[in-house]
Antibody
Framework: EVQLVESGGGLIQPGGSLRLSCAAS????????MSWVRQAPGKGLEWVSI???????YYADSVQGRFTISRDKSKNTLYLQINSLRAEDTAVYYC??????????WGKGTTVTVSS | DIQMTQSPSSLSASVGDRVTITCQAS??????LNWYQQKPGKAPKLLLY???NLETGVPSRFSGSGSGTNFTFTISSLQPEDIATYYC?????????FGPGTKVDIK
């Protein structure tokens, strides 16, 4: 079964760091484009980052320089390293497989809360 | 960045009604548009891709049309399980951008 499972969220103080993980099953993360999308409480969907199968990465302006997307082929896992956290980074973070530019498989999300 | 707008922001309709949502892009995006459904507390789900193609397993009461800057999403006969927020999303250019969403509920 094709599946994505996120983990790593939690309560973190402003300025802190966190690494989110997205474990895939049923397909190879390294063979697909993969993306992170977040949703602040009560708000809409916001694209965060993408990694191409060739390894090229792109970020939303709001996270550029603070977030890093990566993957581990041996663990079939996608990551999002998030640094210098701000209150406005509080959100549910979803990972998604991007197939021909549509996000066809989504995880259930992991919640990041930035608060002192 | 390409800005996406949706209307209405919310609607209430009866079971069996035809429901239409519009999505507008700030520039020509050809047919590079997806539609997602998000039920409360759940992850988004892909319904339509390339503006009008139904994702495998999605009921045929869902449909989409449009190209350029104006797009339409339709539920031909609203069902109770369709209560959700619907988002359009463009992929003509990075950053990928979503519309603000349309919340659909039952009257």
């Amino acid at each position: 079964e094709v599946q994505l499972v996120e983990s790593g969220g939690g309560l973190i103080q402003p300025g802190g760091s966190l690494r989110l993980s997205c474990a895939a099953s049923g397909f190879a993360v390294s063979g697909h484009y993969m993306s992170w999308v977040r949703q602040a409480p009560g708000k809409g969907l916001e694209w965060v980052s993408i990694i191409y199968s060739a390894g090229t990465t792109y970020y939303a302006d709001s996270v550029q320089g603070r977030f890093t997307i990566s993957r581990d082929k041996s663990k079939n896992t996608l990551y999002l390293q998030i640094n210098s956290l701000r209150a406005e980074d509080t959100a549910v973070y979803y990972c998604a497989r991007v197939h021909l530019w549509h996000m066809d498989v989504w995880g259930k999300g992991t919640t990041v809360t930035v608060s002192s | 960045d390409i800005q996406m707008t949706q209307s209405p922001s919310s609607l209430s309709a009866s079971v069996g009604d035809r429901v239409t949502i519009t999505c507008q892009a700030s520039q020509d995006i050809s047919n590079y548009l997806n539609w997602y459904q998000q039920k409360p507390g759940k992850a988004p789900k892909l319904l339509l891709y390339d503006a009008s193609n139904l994702e495998t397993g999605v009921p045929s009461r869902f449909s989409g049309s449009g190209s350029g800057t104006n797009f339409t999403f339709t539920i031909s006969s609203l069902q109770p399980e369709d209560i959700a927020t619907y988002y359009c999303q463009q992929y003509d250019n990075l950053p990928l951008t979503f519309g603000p969403g349309t919340k659909v509920d039952i009257k």
